[in-house]
């Protein structure tokens, strides 16, 4: 269970099923949201995670509207899950104070992000919005890659207050979906600064600037993508993104190679979008480092 | 060019099925444009740039489904849009090719599905009985998955099955296979010859897996629920199901697993099996095999006994004792293991998820080693006073109550063996343990790899203490978790794998004896 789901649920029985998928559903409790699904969907700050046989038994039986209880001990309920041990989830990246990217090769990660995304971002990243047939999506694809344009631009300009305030309002919101692509490239780029910033002062007041825009324009986006930008903003991603930059922060060029292809098999495209927006992310920290700028600073 | 839209408030879908649904209605004849997208501003704003934006769109909030479509003629676009609210609707739900559909009571399941003729009813105990009583009035055999049914309703229920000729399986039958078809807890075994009807979960799934492996199949097999031979029951599940395997012209052999029985119901079961018009062996694990053999009945002291005499009847052969050394000679590995052992590695630790399969290894291991304690030990002197501190030689069933309530079963949830493990690893005394791989479905979806990596783990940790591990894959080649890859999993981390319950439960007492033996 998730820090998020657990601080939602404490105290908490009963709540009202808000969205089902094939691998997990949303539920709304006073304090916020949390996500129950099966072991498939991997750890997250929000996620409450069930055995494949109980989550089946859920699936099966519930529908939107209805009411999820969560209890803490012996249950006697159909709709009811069991929250056996206080079992929390809470992993943070925490770099080490001398981490620089140097042994982790950027150019393989693209590498891999070329060869298994998919989706949308990774259409605007390579400028391929014409393969697109719907207009919808051409759209999307094309604002895709202004937002990715935006973020591209060099940390050291002046102007950065205002290019956080563009990218995150062209970004956010920005794909169908109860995350939109927008948003899991937006996160993924934090996350980017979130590992730099331990080192570099430059990255800390963009991450604040990044922040503060995505705060206070999150009524762009629904309530789903909310919650997890909300935890995203204090350093707590889902599982995949987590143990990726963990690794990079290792310097453990294997655990990096497997734990961005965990990331990139995520969701329809979520998992595309958030790698992107982390190595747009990783890309300026190095690119301050060429023209430099101390990362270590 | 028409656009039809609806939105449906606070309604939430993944990607996934969104994008689906999209290309789902761009296929519809004469539809031009179909989006189905949570109303964001920045997919509004899209929407307004390919000029499919309409006011009550843009209204729509974030939180908000908007399908909108555009196509040649009203009509055209009015039904691409109730094709999207009906594709949106759950109750019934595409998964690949096949259609669900989640009928809310018996009644309706019955309608849905006419013909239906049995039900399988895993609700809380509390609503299990009632449940039970509406599907035999409807007429349907009663497989009952539920516990903490009381003894008065079970005894009622069972009262109207048998009047009805309707099945009452349970309550808390884990496993039954009904022409070929796996319920609950079950392995996917060959169709045979062999007809089972036992009292026990994992007793039924070691005795089928067996069987397949012997060469013989499975014709059906019904679990009564471990209550069912008390003097109160009357066994009154397995006299109808030998009656109804005795009338089932696919069943040659019946073979009964039983656990101990009320002397009065023992005596009504043995009446009954002497009648019989076929074959039939009976498996008492725990019990006195003479009262069976005294009744001139065909009697087996293990599953394994006991498959292998139903398949020898199920191909027309004697009903012998399974010949020593009938899967292989395991001595040299016996010997391996045993030479790795430190002078005081002298006790043997089972830690099994089938109360059944742990029943077995300690009648077998006990006529090796001596007393086993146990938390379902065979002599009430033996019961461990602590299920979860093992004392000397213990095996312990996991999936019994004390260690299941409140949680998942172990056969689903491995970590409570993970955790045992990891303690026996600990007792420097610890020469063999001992495990059941149970597979199939309902099981956890990689029990073998999961007890690689706990066993791995626990050498690690106490890299010095080296017990042999011992363990039986309860499963076939066809389960979810095929038999050759969970096998191939546990040999990886040196883990002894051995093809029945009854030759790993020989193996781990040889090792123990043949260590004994060089210590004096």
Redesign the interface.
């Known amino acids: 269970m998730g820090i998020g789901a657990w601080g939602t649920l404490e105290g908490q029985a009963s709540t009202e099923v808000i969205s089902i998928s094939k691998r997990s559903l949303y539920c709304r409790a006073p304090a916020g949201l949390v996500c129950v699904g099966s072991q498939s969907i991997g750890r997250g700050p929000i996620n409450v995670l069930l055995s494949e046989h109980e989550w089946n038994a859920i699936y099966n039986r519930i529908l939107v509207g209805e009411n999820l209880v969560f209890s803490k001990g012996p249950t006697s309920g159909i709709h009811t899950v069991l929250l056996m041990r206080r079992c929390i989830y809470a992993a943070r990246i925490d770099p080490p104070r001398d981490f620089g990217l140097k042994p982790v090769s950027l150019d393989s990660l693209w590498s891999l992000l070329f060869t298994y995304g998919k989706g949308p971002m990774l259409c605007a990243l390579n400028g391929s919005a014409s393969s697109a047939s719907d207009p919808f999506d051409k759209v999307v694809i094309q604002r895709g890659k202004q937002g990715i344009d935006l973020l591209r631009i060099n940390w050291n300009r002046d102007e950065w207050q205002f290019i956080a305030d563009v990218a995150v309002k062209t970004l956010l919101g920005l794909g169908p979906g109860l995350t939109p692509s927008g948003d899991d490239l937006l996160v993924g780029y934090m996350s980017g600064l979130d590992l730099i910033s331990t080192i570099s002062s430059r990255a800390r007041e963009i991450k604040k600037m990044m922040q503060s825009n995505v705060l206070s324009s999150l009524a762009r986006t629904n309530e789903i993508s909310q919650t997890h930008i909300r935890w995203a903003c204090r350093g707590y991603y889902m599982e995949p993104l987590t143990a990726l930059l963990k690794a990079i922060a290792g310097g453990e060029p294997e655990a990096v190679g497997n734990n961005m292809k965990k990331l990139l098999a995520r969701g329809a495209s979520s998992g595309t979008d958030t790698a992107i927006g982390l190595l747009l992310a990783l890309e300026n920290g190095k690119e301050m480092q060429r023209s430099g700028y101390s990362l270590a600073n | 060019m028409v656009i039809r839209w609806l939105i449906k408030p606070?309604?939430?879908?993944?990607?996934?099925?969104?994008?689906k649904l999209?290309a789902e209605l761009?296929k519809q004849d004469g539809v031009k444009?179909a989006?189905?997208?949570?109303a964001?501003?920045?997919?509004k704003s899209?929407?307004q740039?390919?000029g499919?934006l309409v006011p009550e769109v843009a209204a729509a909030n974030?939180?908000d489904l908007a399908i909108i479509v555009a196509a040649d003629t009203e009509e055209q676009a009015q039904k691409a849009v109730e094709l999207a609210e009906k594709l949106l609707n759950?109750?019934e739900v595409q998964?690949g090719e096949t259609k669900?559909q989640?009928p809310k009571t018996l009644r309706s399941a019955v309608e849905a599905l006419p013909g239906a003729n049995l039900a399988l009813i895993?609700?809380?105990g509390?609503y299990a009985a009632a449940e039970a009583l509406k599907a035999l009035n409807l007429g349907l055999n009663v497989h009952l998955f539920s516990d903490n049914v009381t003894l008065e309703d079970e005894v009622r229920l069972k009262q109207i099955g048998t009047k009805k000729g309707l099945l009452v399986m349970g309550p808390d039958c884990g496993t039954a296979i009904i022409d070929g078809v796996p319920l609950a807890f079950a392995n996917v075994v060959a169709r045979g010859k062999i007809g089972i009807v036992g009292a026990s979960g994992t007793g039924i799934q070691e005795a089928t897996v067996l069987i397949e492996r012997l060469g013989g199949g499975i014709s059906h097999a019904i679990g009564t629920g471990g209550r069912d031979l008390l003097d109160e029951v009357g066994g009154q599940m397995m006299l109808l199901g030998i009656e109804l395997l005795e009338e089932d012209p696919s069943t040659e052999v019946i073979l009964l697993i039983s656990k101990p029985a009320g002397p009065r119901t023992a005596n009504k079961i043995l009446d009954r099996v002497k009648q019989c018009k076929k074959p039939v062996v009976v498996n008492l694990l725990k019990g006195d095999l003479n009262t069976i053999k005294s009744a001139g009945v065909v009697g087996a002291a293990t599953i394994e006994d006991a498959a292998y005499k139903a398949v020898a009847l199920a191909n027309g052969e004697e009903a012998v004792a399974i010949p020593e050394n009938y899967w292989g000679d395991y001595s040299k590995q016996i010997a391996v293991l045993e030479s790795q052992l430190r002078p005081n590695q002298r006790y043997i630790r089972g830690l099994f998820t089938g109360g059944t399969l742990a029943d077995e290894a300690m009648v077998i291991l006990s006529d090796i080693v001596g007393d086993i304690f146990s938390n379902i030990p065979l002599k009430p002197e033996l019961k461990l006073p602590s299920a979860r501190k093992s004392h000397k030689h213990t095996i312990v069933d996991l999936g019994d109550d004390e260690f299941t309530?409140?949680?998942?079963h172990p056969m689903?949830?491995p970590l409570p063996r993970n955790e045992r493990l990891m303690q026996e690893y600990a007792d420097p005394e610890v020469g063999v343990i001992l495990c059941d791989v149970v597979t199939g479905y309902?099981s956890?979806?990689d029990p073998a790899g999961e007890l690689a990596r706990a066993v791995a783990r626990a050498r690690d940790a106490y890299p010095s203490n080296n017990p042999a591990v011992i363990a039986f894959v309860c499963g076939t080649e066809a389960d979810p978790q095929p038999l050759s890859e969970q096998v191939k999993a546990l040999e990886k981390e040196g883990i002894f794998v051995l093809p029945s319950n009854a030759e790993a439960a020989r193996a781990a007492g040889r090792i123990i004896k043949l260590h004994e033996s060089r210590r004096v």
């Open positions: 606070k309604m939430y879908q993944d990607s996934v099925k969104l994008m999209s761009r444009q989006s189905v997208i949570m964001t501003e920045m997919n899209t929407l740039d390919i499919m974030a939180d759950r109750a998964q669900q989640f895993s609700v809380p509390t309530r409140g949680r998942p689903i949830d309902g956890h979806a």
